[in-house]
């Protein structure tokens, strides 16, 4: 089997709602995705897609995947999909890093691998462990009426983990923390997510007058050696997020112990393939995973679920559907919110195949030479 096109579209995605993120810092109301289609001379068909959280979020952004791409696909085209690491050690050497360019070609490489094999994603990622995967709400930053109002219609839509932004000035953190505190049902979990707004100073300062939450919060300050010296001085749980982009970052990461939870996003490590390595060594050191994308379609969203359905459920925390805050998913088939749980398509691939036509015309279309 070879790869012998690649035909490549835009498409925006308006958010439900404004979201704001970081203590108010970034603000977003529609984001911009790019989708694949791998064809292959055999007929098969494989589809990926890569969503960054707009421009501002991480050091990615729509028009770098579409320029990526290009420049990746005389690399990728006359490959077999199948071999996946052969396919990613390809698009190394034609560009290296870039990871959020190459996790859409990866995932469409990965659906074309189970279609092949007449297999669900999942089970071709090391197999269907027992559970449905929980999802988390995706609550914006806002004042604590505004956050218990947010979570409210997240707890209507079926909801009871939630994953909160704070990260303003630490008195009203504290203030947010302990309200939400306050507010969870029997049953239900919250997250405090900084999203890298707090200086060293500020989380420890807040997380030390709130110790008597147990909590997780995740990412507090913006780089992984700020994140050190603030694990050192609290004690409670605390995730990294955005400060895991790389295999070796992740190895750092348990050799320091410096978290219970890492945030596994595809698009910011770089795809399925980096991420089914990194979800080895979690298990293997006994870390917590939230399995998740930066954003995205159906598409995007059931491909992480199939990741996350091959995780043990004592080390599987929970998933984010980007979906739930859009307004328009040109996808048919693929997971949805089911009570706050989510499971993995039974059929072959990812099992969530877009709608051309409402994709419109292609950006661009790559072929093999004959």
């Known amino acids: 089997m070879r790869i012998t096109r690649i035909t490549m579209w835009g498409l925006e995605l308006p958010l439900n709602r404004p979201y704001s993120l970081s203590g108010g810092r970034l603000h977003f109301e529609r984001l911009d995705t790019t989708i694949l289609r791998l ?138 923390m302990r309200i939400l505190d306050a507010a969870m049902a029997p049953g239900e979990e919250v997250t405090f997510d900084v999203n890298r707004a707090w200086t060293p100073s500020e989380a420890i300062a807040a997380l030390n007058a709130t110790s008597d939450i147990q909590r997780v919060v995740e990412q507090p300050c913006q780089t992984y050696e700020q994140h050190l010296a603030v694990r050192a001085a609290v004690g409670q749980p605390l995730a990294i997020d955005e400060s895991l982009v790389t295999l070796g970052d992740l190895l750092r990461i348990v050799a320091d112990r410096a978290c219970e939870v890492v945030g596994l996003k595809l698009g910011r490590v770089g795809g399925i393939t980096p991420a089914r390595r990194m979800r080895d060594v979690c298990l293997e050191a006994g870390i917590r995973m939230n399995v998740e994308d930066t954003g995205g379609t159906s598409l995007c969203a059931t491909a992480v679920v199939h990741l996350a359905q091959t995780v043990p459920e004592p080390f599987r925390r929970a998933t984010w559907l980007c979906l739930d805050h859009l307004t328009v998913d040109p996808v048919e088939g693929g997971v949805v919110n089911d009570g706050g749980y989510a499971e993995a398509p039974s059929g072959p691939g990812i099992g969530a195949v877009p709608d051309e036509m409402a994709l419109g015309e292609p950006l661009a279309v790559f072929e093999a030479s004959s």
Not at 90 to 105: F, N, R, T, W
Not at 159 to 173: I, L
């Open 39 to 176: 064809d292959t001379d055999e007929g098969l068909v494989g589809w990926g897609e890569g969503c960054p959280w707009g421009s501002t979020y991480l050091p990615a952004f729509a028009g770098g995947i579409r320029a990526g791409v290009a420049e990746l696909a005389p690399a990728v085209l006359g490959r077999n999909p199948r071999q996946t690491d052969a396919v990613y050690r390809a698009m190394d050497v034609a560009l290296p890093g870039h990871g959020y360019v190459k996790s859409a070609i990866d995932m469409a490489c990965w659906d074309l691998t189970a279609r092949a094999a007449g297999l669900p994603l999942c089970d071709v990622l090391g197999g269907r462990e027992e559970g449905r995967v929980r999802l988390h709400s995706s609550i914006p930053f806002g004042t604590p009426d505004e956050l218990l109002v947010e979570i409210d219609l997240a707890r209507a839509e079926g909801y009871t983990f939630h994953s909160a932004k704070v990260g303003a000035d630490v008195d009203a953190d504290i203030e947010r």
